[in-house]
């Protein structure tokens, strides 16, 4: 069970806005550890999307943007690409566990 | 930005050991911390060990805790994770990650990544 909990799917059309939330705790993200984003496309290794909370990567569309807010943050993808579908990871750190920590991924669908 | 390739996967039986090498290229090595991370088949990712610059520290999640060892040879640029005592649940693709710069800040994030080699565990 991962400590980070997204929901296990978002779906909408081309050209539509999604977003994806990460739910953590007062020991992770609420504890001011950052959160960051990966976009993993199917058989391909994870891909940084967001670091920071809300800082792109030179390469990543301004379509990508990240927000957080107490012990949750989300990721938004405006102006949905069919190349979008992939599924989608937060991450950040539990001082709890003393361990780096992953959301339990989102699976972004294009309808 | 950078390579790593991994390398060291196969299917190997429970109890027995293996170990995986990360290949680096085209950033100063020596002056990161390093990632292991996983993902078990049609699951989520899960970190596994971390190392920092000089070798001097390491962390590792509980699970793997007693049983892999992270290293590092920076004069090879390349990256280690010997893991023992292998069981069934250890069957994932294991990834390797470039950290932070130095030890490697708690609030530091995974980029890039190698390609995976796959660990299969299995009589």
């Known amino acids: 069970q991962s400590v980070l909990t997204q929901p296990p799917s978002v779906s909408g059309a081309p050209g539509q806005r999604v977003t994806i939330s990460c739910t953590g705790s007062s020991s992770s993200i609420g504890a001011g550890y950052d959160v960051h984003w990966y976009q993993q496309l199917p058989g391909t290794a994870p891909k940084l999307l967001i670091y920071g909370n809300n800082n792109r990567p030179s390469g990543v569309p301004d379509r990508f943007s990240g927000s957080k807010s107490g012990t949750s943050a989300s990721l938004a993808i405006t102006a949905l690409q069919a190349e979008d579908e992939a599924d989608y990871y937060c991450q950040s750190y539990d001082s709890s566990l003393s361990a780096y920590v992953f959301g339990s991924g989102t699976k972004v669908t294009v309808l | 930005q950078g390579q790593l390739v991994e390398s060291g996967g196969g299917v190997v039986q429970p109890g027995r050991s293996l170990r995986l090498s990360c290949a680096t290229s085209?950033?100063?090595?020596?002056?990161?911390?390093m990632h292991w991370v996983r993902q078990a088949p049609g699951k989520g990712l899960e970190w596994v060990a971390m190392?920092?610059?000089?070798?001097?520290?390491?962390y590792y999640v509980d699970s793997v805790k007693g049983r892999f060892t992270i290293s590092r040879d920076n004069s090879k640029n390349t990256l280690y994770l010997q893991m023992n005592s292998l069981r069934a649940e250890d069957t994932a693709v294991y990834y390797c990650?470039?950290?932070?710069?130095?030890?490697?800040?708690?609030?530091?994030?995974?980029?890039?990544w190698g390609q995976g080699t796959l660990v299969t565990v299995s009589s």
């Open positions: 990650a470039r950290g932070g710069p130095y030890s490697g800040s708690s609030s530091y994030w995974f980029d890039p």
């Open positions: 190392i920092s610059y000089d070798g001097s520290n390491k």
């Open positions: 085209g950033f100063i090595f020596r002056r990161y911390a």
